[in-house]
């Protein structure tokens, strides 16, 4: 078969990463700077160089990869191996991670962290992870312990990632020098730049526009690719090594289930599953956070993962559903689910001071609110493409106070609150809590 010819050009920190032959090595850098396809092409330029080399390539949950950088690798770096039948995939099995296999005996291993049995069990020449902020330390050092196969002359743990808070791990163990940080430009990619004329290109040009448009902790992110602190944060206490929880599966039969709704649709719809245990402890362990669809579509999609539970059974039913005013939605929704729904409260304040409460460690070392690191059912591309939140984690570093309200309360003329945008998680996570901790809950009744 005819040999399809790849071109590739790194530039600038894509250039340092492929020279590097560093331990560790991450790509830090505003939004579309070119890090994962830079760092996705070493992956498979080493691949096509070392036969019977391993590489990894992962993410913190399966579904977030499958949705972002197997894309990329699909449809851009490996199309041309793919096409000449030099690249296959396998889907894998339940022994053995789904994979991408080279004529020479290389092979790619992809998989989510938070299904890592099967990925965890090989040893690997190089590993590439994606968004590696979603990770936490122990799965960073975890990772490294994997890395002997001894095919290539040094083993490289790789990673790309958006800034975050300065005080993140990540950021702090590329200040103790432990890892290298490479700062990535919008200048680094082609697509946006042109070395030659040294102007944006057409689609660069738009690209920054959009986001120039970012305000806050995400412009300062995301368009300048500083670590950044969001001033005012709601939820000073929330620490993601101690509030984002492993994933449980489907929780013991016993533990309560309860849904929390925000109703949405040009602003995403969110559905929140919650479990207590027996102390008394929430867990999110589930969530639909989609823009661009009907509730009773919603409702159909709520009963299909009811029903398909963990694949060998189903969940258990809810005992109770949440939902904002909305009148009309929420008759919708007890209409295609069959089930009552709550109103919830909406004294903003208190519901806030009730989140608050919960989420202090208390004397055991734990909170008593978890959200599940594999929560997430599905990615909205739409969001992920406009650099909004894509789920209830995401919003909850950058949920914060409305200094103009704040003023104003101080003086008497507001109260205080916070900005209202990218806080539908926050609001249906302020449902349940209210619900749960400041109300009487009523029971769920089956509709006829």
């Known amino acids: 078969m005819e040999q399809l010819e790849h071109r590739y050009q790194p530039v600038g920190s894509a250039v340092e990463l492929f020279r590097s032959k560093e331990p560790e090595i991450l790509l830090s850098g505003a939004a ?19 036969p019977g080399m391993r590489a990894l390539v992962a993410r913190k949950t399966a579904v977030s990869l499958t949705s972002t950088g ?44 938070d299904k890592a049995t099967r990925i965890m069990s090989s040893e690997y020449d190089v590993i590439y992870v994606q968004e590696a902020t979603e990770l936490v330390e122990d ?34 163990r590329c200040l103790r020098n432990q890892c290298t940080m490479v700062f990535c430009r919008h200048e680094d990619n082609p697509r946006l730049f042109d070395t030659g004329t040294h102007e944006w290109t057409t689609e660069g040009s738009s690209y920054i526009a959009r986001l120039d448009a970012l305000t806050g902790v995400r412009r300062e992110r995301l368009r300048f690719g500083r ?31 309860y849904l929390s709704v925000d109703f949405g649709y040009k602003n995403p719809f969110v559905c929140q599953w919650w ?12 969530e639909i956070y989609m823009t661009g669809r009907l509730v009773e579509d919603h409702a159909r999609r709520i009963l299909d993962l009811i029903r398909k539970g963990d694949g060998h059974r189903p969940d258990e039913m809810p005992v109770e559903v949440i939902c904002d005013h909305d009148a009309e939605d929420r008759a919708t929704l007890e209409k295609h689910l069959g089930l009552s729904t709550a109103a919830a409260s909406k004294n903003i ?25 594999d929560a997430l059912t ?54 349940m809590v209210a619900a749960l901790d400041m109300v009487g809950r009523p029971r769920i009744r089956w509709i006829s």
């Open 32 to 50: 579309g700077t070119g890090k994962s396809r830079a760092c996705l092409e070493k992956v498979h330029a080493m691949c096509l160089a070392n």
């Open 275 to 286: 479990c207590a245990d027996g102390d008394g402890r929430l867990f999110m362990y589930k």
């Open 227 to 257: 670590w950044a602190a969001a001033e005012g944060l709601v939820y000073t206490t929330f620490d993601p090594e101690i509030h984002l929880y492993k994933p449980i599966g489907l929780p013991p039969k016993e533990w309560p289930r």
């Open 70 to 113: 197997l894309v990329t690798f699909r449809e851009i770096v490996a199309k041309e191996a793919i096409e000449s039948g030099e690249l296959k995939f396998y889907g894998g099995s339940r022994t053995e991670a789904a994979s991408y296999k080279y004529g020479n005996g290389s092979t790619i291993t992809i998989g989510g962290l």
């Open 349 to 373: 304040s208190e519901g806030i001071q009730a989140v608050q409460s919960r989420m202090r460690v208390e004397k055991d070392g734990r909170p008593r609110l978890f959200i599940c690191r």
């Open 139 to 172: 799965d960073w050092e975890a990772l490294t312990t994997r890395l002997r196969n001894g095919k290539v002359s040094f083993q490289q743990l790789m990673a790309d990632c958006n800034p975050g808070p300065p005080q993140h791990w990540l950021n702090q």
């Open 378 to 431: 599905e990615v909205d591309s739409s969001l992920a493409d406009a650099h909004k939140p894509k789920c209830t984690q995401d919003e909850m570093l950058e949920y914060v106070w409305d200094v103009g309200r704040a003023r104003g309360a101080a003086l008497g003329t507001a109260k205080e609150a916070p900005v209202k945008a990218n806080d539908h998680g926050m609001d249906a996570m302020r449902y």
